[in-house]
C-alpha cells in the first residue's frame, strides 16, 4: 500500500523559521562587511547576534522532522524519507551554489582579477563533505546544511527504534547527551549540537506521541539546557531556551509570518550571495552614515525579493515533487 499525507503547519515553526532566516540575513547583510559599518553601534550590538538564528533552526529540524515522519515509520521506509529531503533540500542548494559561481565570475571579468576555481571544493559540496575538513564552501551558511544533512541520517535510521517506547527514547536522549562531549578537530560535525536538535526531538515526543511524562520532560530539557549552558555560549542557551518556550507556548499566526516562513530556506541560502553583492558593489558610491544604512535597507530588499523569485522558481516546483514522493506501508 502506497499512502501520502500531508500535516498541517503549525504556527510555532512558521514563526520560528521566519525568524531565524532574517536573524541570519542581518548578521550578515549588517555585520558581514567591516568596510560598511565600521565599529559598534546600537544596531551592530543587536545584530551581531543574528548567528543565533542557526541553533533555532537546529531545533527546528529536530522537531520537525519527527513530526513530518509517518506515525508507523519503518526502518524500510528509510529510503523514501531520503529521497524526499534529497528532493526538497538538494536543488535549491546546488541552484545557489551555480549562482555564487556564476556571480564570481562575472565579478571577476569586470575586476579583472581571476577566479580561482577549485574542482575539489566544487564537487565537495555534494555530499557536504566540506563539513569534514575536506576543501571550502563557496558560502558561509552551506556548513549548516552539513550538519542538517548529519541529523537527517541519523533520524533517518534510528527514528523506528527510538518510537517504539518509552525506554527507548529515554536511552536515545541519554546517548545524545553523552554524545555531545565528542570533539573531531578541524571538522564541522553534529556532535556539539546534539543538545540543541535533542531538545527539538523530546519536544515532539512530548507534545504528539505522548511518549514521556511532563516530569521526564522537564527533567531531560534541563539536562540539555545545561549542557548548552555550561560547554557553549550564553547567547546559544538563551536562543535555545527561547525557542524552546516558543515550540510549547506560541499559538499565533499572520500572513507576513507565513510569507517569510515561506521563503526562509530560499532567504538562507542567497542573501549573502546576493545581499553580500549588493554591498560591495554600492561601497564604492556611498560616503555618510546615512547613505550606508540605505545600502543595507537596498541590500536586504535585494535578499528578500530574489529569495522570493528563488523560492517560487526554483524551490517551490520540488517542493510539490517531494511531497508527491509518497510512503509504502
Known amino acids: 500500500m502506497i499512502k501520502n499525507f500531508t500535516k498541517k503547519q503549525l504556527p510555532q515553526i512558521i514563526f520560528l523559521r521566519g525568524l531565524a532566516a532574517l536573524m541570519v540575513c542581518f548578521f550578515h547583510l549588517y555585520c558581514g562587511n567591516i568596510n560598511l559599518f565600521r565599529g559598534g553601534g546600537f544596531f ?64 571577476s571579468f569586470y575586476s579583472h582579477v581571476p577566479l580561482q576555481f577549485s574542482w575539489v571544493d566544487f564537487l565537495c559540496h555534494f555530499a557536504y563533505l566540506n563539513n569534514f575538513g575536506i576543501g571550502t564552501y563557496y558560502n558561509v551558511v552551506y556548513w549548516t546544511l552539513g550538519i542538517e544533512f548529519q541529523f537527517y541520517i541519523l533520524i533517518g535510521l534510528l527514528f523506528s527504534l527510538v518510537s517504539r517506547s518509552k525506554t ?77 518556550l516558543v515550540l510549547n507556548l506560541w499559538n499565533y ?48 530588499g535585494a535578499s528578500i525579493l530574489f529569495a522570493y523569485l528563488f523560492y517560487r522558481v526554483i524551490e517551490k516546483p520540488f517542493i510539490l515533487i517531494g511531497k508527491r514522493i509518497a510512503y509504502k506501508y
Open 168 to 244: 527507548s527514547l529515554i536511552i536515545f536522549m541519554v546517548a545524545l547527551l553523552l554524545a555531545t562531549f565528542i570533539r573531531i578537530n578541524n571538522m564541522q560535525l553534529i556532535f556539539q549540537y546534539l543538545s540543541i536538535f535533542g531538545i527539538g526531538i523530546l519536544t515532539y515526543f512530548y507534545q504528539f506521541k505522548k511518549q514521556v511524562s511532563k516530569p521526564v520532560y522537564i527533567t531531560f530539557c534541563i539536562l540539555f539546557l545545561a549542557q548548552i549552558y555550561i560547554y557553549q555560549h550564553m547567547d546559544v542557551f538563551c536562543a535555545s531556551a527561547f525557542t524552546l
Open 44 to 107: 551592530k550590538s543587536i545584530f551581531s547576534y543574528g548567528y543565533l538564528g542557526v541553533p533555532i533552526f537546529f531545533m527546528i529540524s529536530g522537531f520537525i522532522i519527527c513530526y513530518s515522519l509517518p506515525v508507523n515509520y519503518k526502518l524500510a521506509q528509510s529510503k523514501t524519507f531520503f529521497l524526499k529531503r534529497i528532493v526538497r533540500i538538494e536543488p535549491p542548494y546546488i541552484a545557489s551554489i551555480l549562482l555564487v559561481i556564476l556571480l564570481n565570475y562575472i565579478g
Open 253 to 300: 499566526n499572520h500572513g507576513i509570518l507565513n510569507f517569510f516562513s515561506n521563503i526562509s530556506f530560499s532567504l538562507y541560502l542567497t542573501h549573502t550571495t546576493i545581499g553580500g553583492k549588493v554591498i560591495n558593489l554600492g561601497l564604492r558610491y556611498v560616503h555618510s552614515t546615512g547613505e550606508r544604512y540605505l545600502l543595507f535597507l537596498t541590500a536586504l
